[in-house]
């Protein structure tokens, strides 16, 4: 590591990216230096690519979703050592808000998250506190490796049903986190799952890592759906992935009076659904916020015990020079794209 420079992204404005030089940072005493080998692009992060993320302003460097390499140690940076294949928590997080400390600093009241208020790992080298670095396997790929951050999103969804065990699943919205929440659940014990979308070519997504049922709800109601898959009965919690008025009050509407429907996606405007119904069928509506360490812990769990499957939902790799471009397939690809990669380090 003989340079003094390194390649760093920047989005200067929405839709606008530029690949800088910047010197190699210095990690701090209780910090480390990654090497960065993937990125991972995922929804957000194409929010802020079209000027539509409420909570990020620009310039920003993106880049939240991360393999890498340990190379250097801070002085009081023990833990790991250099050559070790690595995970970045991107949460910053005060640590003296009621959320943290009571163990959920995923709902810190000062939250920022790198690539979005705070700097990013999109660079070559990345100095980050030790606290905030997770190993993976040495046989984990790098492109695994990057997945992890949004397998954990999935884990942690998954979890806010606690009675996932043995339990009937729902899940609208086929999409990257629709698919890994589908698996995540399947891996906590689910019983069954059953996801919907309106594209078949993204319910093929589902099929292919083996989602016990997909449906599309163009094709087919969703009751007579879930009635056909769980009995009369139904799901016994409906995870909403697609995040729109028409999604929820699908879920509002065909829930089993009393069970349970849990907020997945985010938003991307005030709500209009039908709580009176909410309210007269006493269903329990619940949120999840990201994850924890314990959630990235179990999501390379269940890669390395093969139940869950990532590699399916890789669609492409983009050198970190074409960050645009990247952008600029997944707009002309929407249907068919799940899983976009920034190889940082194409030998990687």
């Known amino acids: 590591m003989e340079q003094s420079g ?23 005493p209780d910090q480390v230096l990654v090497r960065i080998k993937r990125i991972g692009i ?12 409420p909570y990020t302003s620009y310039p920003v460097t993106q880049g939240h979703e991360v393999s890498g390499e340990i190379v250097r140690c801070g002085e009081y940076a023990s833990k790991y050592q250099p050559g070790q294949k690595v995970t970045i928590e991107p949460q910053v997080f005060c640590g003296h808000c ?20 705070t700097v990013g790992t999109a660079s070559d080298y990345f100095a980050v506190d030790e606290s905030k670095v997770t190993p993976l396997p040495d046989e984990m790929s790098y492109d695994e490796g990057a997945m992890i951050e949004p397998l954990a999103v999935a884990v942690h969804a ?42 078949d070519v993204r ?17 087919e109601d969703f009751r007579e759906a879930m009635v056909r898959e769980f009995g009369p009965d139904r799901a016994d919690v409906i995870y909403d992935c697609a995040g729109n ?21 985010v938003f991307g405007k005030m709500a209009n659904v039908d709580l009176a119904r909410l309210n007269d069928s006493e269903l ?44 600029q397939y997944i707009d002309a690809n929407r249907e068919t794209t799940m899983k976009v990669l920034i190889d940082v380090d194409p030998e990687a």
Do not use: W
């Open 284 to 327: 329990d509506l619940n949120t999840t916020m990201m994850y924890r360490h314990e959630d990235y812990v179990d999501a390379i769990r269940f890669v390395q015990e093969k139940k869950v499957q990532l590699k399916p939902l890789m669609s492409a790799h983009f050198a970190l020079e074409d960050y645009l471009q990247a952008y």
């Open 203 to 219: 319910l093929e997504y589902a099929r292919t890592v083996g989602v016990d049922a997909v449906v599309n709800t163009k094709k």
């Open 158 to 199: 998954a979890k806010r049903f606690p009675d996932i065990r043995g339990a009937r699943v729902a899940i609208l919205g086929c999409g990257p986190i629709g698919i890994l929440t589908a698996q995540a659940a399947k891996a906590l014990g689910a019983a069954k799952v059953m996801i919907t979308d309106v594209s």
């Open 6 to 28: 390194m390649r760093q992204e920047v989005m200067t404005a929405p839709g606008k990216i530029t690949i800088r030089q910047v010197p190699i940072p210095e990690p701090g």
């Open 42 to 53: 995922c929804g957000s992060d194409i929010h802020v690519y079209h000027g539509t993320h």
């Open 245 to 265: 008025d028409i999604t929820m009050n699908q879920a509002i509407q065909n829930a089993r009076k009393g069970s349970t429907i849990i907020l997945v996606a």
């Open 98 to 117: 009621y959320p943290c400390l009571h163990g959920k600093y995923n709902l810190c009241e000062e939250l920022k998250v790198m690539g979005f208020q």
